[in-house]
């Protein structure tokens, strides 16, 4: 079982809908989550980062982790056809550290006009 | 100010050839990684440079070798390479593990 699962998709939602994604994970010393979003034929870059369990929420994005179930979400309301990209759950358990981060496989996102 | 970038974009090599990836950064980051990207598996850490003189490996470190020159650059060879080693190739500066930044990306077929 990989440490980090996430639904590849594709997830067609039309303009205007509340998204949801999620990521479970296995690895109880994870305690930053990561969202990165990737469009097509570019480099993934940071969306939101969550430390530990809660919510954080930034315009029109809201991420939420839950440690006791080992779930983490991102919700994107209001959603816009520039919000059509590849969206990636990343963990890791330093943070601060230098080590890299465990990638989910990434959930294909497209907003119909 | 570029960021991150890569070269080459695009690369075809013939199995057994040998070829570096380059990768630079001009955001005075400490830590350089490598990662492959595959469809179906995600972002996989090849090797990551805590700093410069420094290197270790990561999650998929079987056919590559790197080198961290200088602060700035950080390259990735295949030795030999292989058609496993057909994928995507991104390379990310970073300083606190959380918000690393990535190039554009190596598209690279091994035929």
């Known amino acids: 079982q990989k440490e980090v699962e996430q639904d590849p998709g594709p997830l067609s939602v039309p303009e205007g809908a509340i998204v949801s994604l999620n990521c479970t994970y296995s690895?109880?010393?994870?305690?930053?989550f990561m969202w990165y979003r990737q469009y097509s034929r570019k480099g993934p870059e940071l969306l939101m980062y969550?430390?530990?369990?809660g919510n954080k929420e930034d315009g029109r994005f809201t991420a939420q982790v839950d440690k006791s179930s080992k779930y983490i979400s991102l919700f994107i309301r209001d959603s816009q056809p520039s919000d059509s990209a590849t969206y990636l759950c990343?963990?890791?358990?330093?943070?601060?550290?230098?080590?890299?981060?465990?990638f989910g496989k990434g959930t294909h996102l497209i907003i119909q006009p | 100010n570029a960021g991150v970038t890569q070269t080459p974009k695009f690369q075809v090599l013939k199995t057994g050839q040998s070829m570096t990836l380059q990768c630079a950064q001009d955001?005075?980051?400490?830590?350089m990684y490598w990662y492959r990207q595959d469809p179906g598996m995600g972002l996989r850490l090849i090797y990551y440079?805590?700093?410069?003189?420094?290197?270790d490996k990561g999650e998929v470190p079987n056919g590559y070798n790197v080198s961290r020159l200088n602060k700035r650059e950080f390259s990735l060879r295949l030795e030999s390479a292989a058609p496993s080693q057909t994928s995507v190739y991104f390379c990310?500066?970073?300083?606190?593990?959380?918000?690393?930044?990535f190039g554009p990306g190596t598209r690279l077929l091994v035929l």
């Open positions: 969550t430390y530990s369990s």
């Open positions: 690895n109880s010393a994870f305690q930053y």
């Open positions: 955001m005075n980051h400490n830590s």
């Open positions: 990310a500066g970073g300083d606190r593990g959380i918000n690393q930044y």
């Open positions: 440079s805590a700093s410069e003189g420094t290197t």
């Open positions: 990343a963990m890791s358990a330093s943070g601060g550290g230098a080590d890299g981060l465990t």
